[in-house]
């Protein structure tokens, strides 16, 4: 997955990753990630993928351009998920209010 330098800045602050850390996930240079994310340089495609495989390691969902902007996630965990699920399902039934 091609990623911009403004997604890997956006999902190293999601999961609140240095550059130094990230480029140990990756195996990146912590320079090359900095020159990315601040587009003074564009790296080769593998060392992109590199980068976008770190970060989808530690909980980061890359949201491809569809039409209102390309983007970046959290991913849910399990817990997270059946909590959502519970708090999704409280209140009953869904319906039109009488409220106007």
């Given amino acids: 997955m091609m990623i911009t330098g403004a997604q890997c ?3 190293r602050a999601l999961a609140e990753l240095s550059r130094e850390v990230l480029a140990k996930l990756c195996g990146v240079e912590e320079t090359i990630i900095e020159r990315f994310e601040r587009q003074l340089a ?3 495609d593998t060392v992109i993928a590199g980068i976008a495989s770190g970060l989808e390691e530690a909980g980061i969902v890359f ?3 569809n039409g209102g902007g390309v983007g970046v996630r959290l991913k849910f965990n399990a817990s997270e998920t059946k909590r959502l699920s ?3 399902g409280e209140g009953g039934r869904a319906a ?3 409220v106007p």
């Fill in 42 to 44: 564009v790296p080769d």
């Fill in 96 to 98: 039109l209010d009488d």
């Fill in 63 to 65: 949201i491809p351009e």
């Fill in 86 to 88: 519970t708090l999704e």
């Fill in 9 to 11: 800045r956006a999902g």
